[in-house]
């Protein structure tokens, strides 16, 4: 008998851990990232990622999950035209030989059920750096209009492009060495 209460113990415990995880699809719509550069130490400029998608792994009860987002380069803009070329160009991204960013992270911060960090592993123009992201606004539920279950936030960290091999343009700021990175998210549950 003792036996199989804890047959039965260790199937339930397995079927919970399994029911707890929890994985999410990035809406990319809704989930294009954005920086924010100084332009020769006067104004802050912005740009943004029209593409982009992703899966978020969470365990709430275990306090664990995963992230994996990949930008397509290419589809950055910036406000002009002309400068969006320059900043595809080998210059700086190079997307046609470094088509995509990515990061993934299996590190994840929980405060209760709420995430609130993300340490993981940046790679854009063909080099992997470490970088930790503060999320902020996580909140999960109900999408109003289509009735799905999702979650969302907004993931920020700030990098220096130099550690990336992006050093044009630094002696004079253009633009700065460092870049905002801002990531809101909308997911749905898979």
Partial sequence: ??????????????????????????????????????????????????????????DRAAKKGSV????????????????????????FFNVEKYPTLIFKSSNVTFDGDRVVGVDGELTMVGVTKPVSLKVSNFVCGENPFNKKSMCGAEAMTTIKRSDW????????????????LIIPVEAYKE
């Fill in 1 to 58: 008998m003792g036996i199989r209460v804890l047959l039965a113990g260790l199937v339930a415990a397995t079927t919970l851990s399994v029911a707890a995880q929890e994985t999410y699809v990035l809406d990319p719509v809704h989930s294009q990232p954005m920086w924010e550069a100084r332009h020769i130490g006067f104004s802050l400029q912005h740009g943004s990622f029209g593409k982009a998608t992703g899966k978020v792994t969470l």
């Fill in 68 to 91: 994996d987002i990949n930008i397509d380069a290419a589809s950055m803009k910036t406000y002009d035209p002309r400068l969006d070329t320059v900043v595809k160009g080998e210059r």
């Fill in 165 to 180: 091999g992006m050093t044009d343009g630094l002696a004079i700021n253009n633009p700065s060495d460092e870049i905002k």
